[in-house]
């Protein structure tokens, strides 16, 4: 996917998610950055296409997004999710507790799907 330039409404609004991540993203993101993570370079809040993806290891075409209580059968992050997967990337999801509760096994789960690009995650 050719690399497109991002309009400045959707630059600020991502700048604006990294400055008020939440807890659980703080938590990850702490983990992920500076390739803390087994060497694995990851972004936070990234424009992709109309969205903004919590985390993204674009090498592995990985976006990996936590979600909390409010996204509970949530239709938007499944059509997200789809659209996403159709522009070529996978998408990880957890909830804010599986990080906040256990942070080893979420980290894990990212290094196996980011050294194995055969595998899918489930919807």
């Known amino acids: 996917m050719p690399h497109q330039p991002v309009p400045q409404a959707k630059r600020g609004f991502a700048r604006k998610l990294r400055r008020e991540m939440t807890e659980a993203e703080n938590k990850l ?8 993570l087994d060497r694995i370079k990851f972004r936070r809040q990234v424009p992709i296409g109309k969205y903004v993806a919590d ?28 659209e996403l997967r159709a522009s070529g990337f996978r998408v990880l999801r957890f909830w804010n507790d599986d990080v906040l509760k256990d942070l080893d096994g979420v980290c894990d789960t990212i290094i196996a799907y980011v050294k194995d690009d055969g595998l899918q995650p489930w919807l």
Do not use: K, N, P, Y
């Open 29 to 36: 993101w702490h983990e992920l950055r500076d390739r803390r």
């Open 55 to 82: 985390f993204a290891c674009l090498e592995a075409r990985l976006i990996v997004e936590l979600d909390g209580s409010q996204h509970a059968d949530s239709d938007s992050d499944r059509i997200s999710s789809a």
